[in-house]
């Protein structure tokens, strides 16, 4: 009697290739080990690979740092700070479309306006502009007061983005020459109609100005686009 030929396994697991990664699933994969190595200080791990890398790249540390931050939270980066366009109302700061430029933080006083990050409540990361009242000098955490609500909070040091050195209002002369640069009118204007909408269902004493300043904006805006 004659038996069927059983399949030779070990030759069948030899025969079949493993899945060739791509660059993209081996970066994946990095970006995983990273996360892994410590997740509570990621930032720290991230610090030191950067270093790591610019000990033979440096340039390309350099110019990929800034291309992350221009392109995930649209700051205009420069060798010294950067510039950006204000998509808030900030109390005696700043009105949607203002061109706001800012320094790389150095020393910080009481008084002085910065650009911080902040984990949000469902941990997403949020950019928001705050008042410093305080600065340690142990650690040179940031005590700040939000000026919207009042409410006071401490920032670490090295969430602190920048500090407001300038603000160019919009439709100045200055502003003109500088805006079109960089951003369109399509993107100010929704920026403008998100604001006022928001605006016109709040309670700020001083709501009246705050509408009337950005439909003022948004008849300008419209005006130069004929």
Known sequence: MSSTPQPDNNNN???????????????????????????????????????????????????????????????????????????????????????????????????????????????????????????????GAVSVEDPLSGSSYTVAKQNVLGKVVKVITAFSQEWENTFYEFKDRKWLLKTLKKNLELYKNTGYSNQRQIVSEIEKRMSKLKEDSR
Do not use: F
């Open 13 to 139: 697991a030899q025969s079949i290739s493993p899945p060739l990664l791509t660059k993209k699933d081996k970066i994946a994969a990095i970006a995983d080990e990273i996360t892994m190595l410590d997740g509570k200080n990621v930032g720290n791990v991230l610090m030191e690979v950067l270093k790591r890398v610019a000990a033979s790249d440096r340039s390309h540390v350099y110019w990929t740092c800034k291309k992350y931050l221009q392109d995930d939270y649209g700051l205009l980066i420069a060798d010294s700070g950067h510039v950006g366009i204000s998509d808030r109302y900030i109390p005696n700061l700043m009105y949607p479309g203002d061109i706001i430029v800012y320094a790389v933080v150095d020393m910080l006083k009481t008084g002085d306006y910065i650009q911080a990050l902040q984990m949000t409540d469902v941990k997403d990361l949020a950019v928001e502009h705050i008042r410093v009242t305080k600065v340690s000098i142990v650690d």
